[in-house]
């Protein structure tokens, strides 16, 4: 398929101790598919230099563009914009518009650390946003967002408009409660070789206690979208159970 | 620091789509921490051959351990042990004591796609399990477990015992609600300074709409943990606001 891709590296250290849960990762996922533009690939990695680098650089050549999040505060441990600048082999310099506003906006609160958020490469254009006066920023095709959902979501909407698109990539879905995944697997096999554009996904889960599976269709082609979703409710009601329609989460 | 290190490989589609919200991630995050194993990345791909064995491949060479979640259930699209084995050189042959099981248990609901349960590569030790008669298995440093969560946690907590150890990597967090990260920045950092072996992290939040701030300290030295916290809760003393301890999260 011709979809623009992408990947997401997540600088955090408080990913990988536990102390947080991301959910940015499941945000620009879906803000994506809307676009059309297929997520292949996501990393996290810690606060360092050396990883943070290899992983932009990796990454970028590897996708159509590559989303960052985290890091671009304005204490110690936020490096991710040095180590962007390292990746591009550019300098990091003071964006003076940035600074202008945060001059205007937080007067005599600007100090050194905050004016850390006014560095970008040299060559990068800000990402405005309507939760924060950092910004983010694009250089190449790499966007460098912030970390803490609200901001990061601001500055994806923000970008969105400009982002290259594909074909939307659509999802069709259908649940069956009591549906045991080991008894239908044959037959979603046969229904897959029929749709070899769609990808056919299986998916075991608990509610109630009971056991049930919901299959998802994902791809671009419409009416093999419908077609397959017919089948696959067919496969669950051939089971004695009653598909229900819905949403594929 | 000499603590062993961890990656995890989530093989997923349904989390590039978005239609589903990782969870796993965290748990394993903690659980290993409490081992004093250092998780030092993370990696979704897609359901492709080549990008699952491609990644164990990296991820195993670089780390003292690999965990991988998804891709072990009956259908077409749970194609992890069959990477698995591609990356080790070795063939995916029938765990015959996990079919045993599985015959004596489901009788003749046993069929082609639940007997792909009890395949594992060659060399293989099953990782048994309280939430599924199918088992996650072992082979070298990589610990394969399925996608679901329940079945996953119950796979984790069967395989620590086993897991090689280290110091226990502790965390110790003050909040401050009211205080702006870029107030605080340049003493956070000379603290930082005086604690080369911890890492200090800072994270804004917003509750109540109101911006605070985490300052976390993490690391193995815990007299040095402690002095850290003494010194994070005097900075948000410093600023006027009733430091809150607590939790790192």
């Known amino acids: 398929m011709s979809n623009p891709t992408a990947a997401i590296l997540i600088i955090g250290n408080e990913i990988l101790s536990g102390r947080t849960q991301d959910v940015n990762v499941q945000f620009i996922a879906k803000g994506v598919a809307e676009l059309g533009i297929r997520l292949e690939e996501v990393r996290v990695v810690p606060d360092i230099p050396a990883r943070i680098i290899g992983a932009v650089n990796e990454l970028r050549a590897a996708y159509t563009m590559?989303?960052?999040?985290?890091?671009?505060?304005?204490?110690?441990?936020?490096?991710?914009?040095e180590c962007v600048?390292?990746?591009?082999?550019?300098?990091?310099?003071?964006?003076?518009?940035?600074?202008?506003?945060?001059?205007?906006?937080w007067g005599e609160?600007?100090?050194?650390?905050?004016?850390?958020?006014?560095?970008?490469?040299?060559?990068?254009?800000?990402?405005?946003?309507?939760?924060?006066?950092?910004?983010g920023f694009t250089i190449g095709n790499v966007h460098v967002m912030a970390g803490v959902p609200?901001?990061?979501?601001?500055?994806?909407?923000?970008?969105?408009?400009?982002?290259?698109?594909?074909?939307?990539?659509?999802?069709?879905?259908?649940h069956g409660i009591g549906v045991l995944e080991g008894s239908i697997?044959?037959?979603l096999e046969q229904i897959q070789a029929r749709f070899p554009q769609l990808d056919?996904?299986?998916?075991?889960?608990?509610?109630?206690?009971?056991?049930?599976?919901?299959l998802v269709a994902k791809g671009t082609d419409i009416p093999a979208l419908d077609a397959a979703l017919?089948?696959?409710?067919?496969?669950?009601?051939?089971?004695?159970?009653?598909?229900?329609?819905?949403?594929?989460d």
């Open 66 to 81: 590559l989303f960052t999040t985290g890091g671009i505060g304005p204490t110690h441990d936020d490096i991710t914009s």
């Open 85 to 105: 600048a390292a990746a591009f082999g550019v300098p990091l310099l003071l964006h003076e518009p940035t600074a202008a506003v945060m001059r205007e906006r």
């Open 109 to 135: 609160r600007v100090n050194d650390a905050r004016l850390r958020m006014a560095m970008m490469p040299e060559g990068a254009e800000p990402i405005k946003n309507e939760a924060s006066i950092a910004p």
């Open 150 to 174: 609200r901001i990061m979501q601001s500055m994806f909407q923000a970008l969105a408009p400009s982002l290259p698109r594909g074909q939307r990539i659509e999802m069709r879905a259908v």
């Open 185 to 187: 697997a044959a037959r």
């Open 200 to 214: 056919l996904g299986s998916y075991p889960f608990k509610r109630d206690e009971r056991w049930g599976v919901t």
């Open 230 to 248: 017919a089948e696959t409710t067919a496969l669950i009601a051939a089971e004695g159970v009653a598909p229900m329609p819905g949403e594929p």
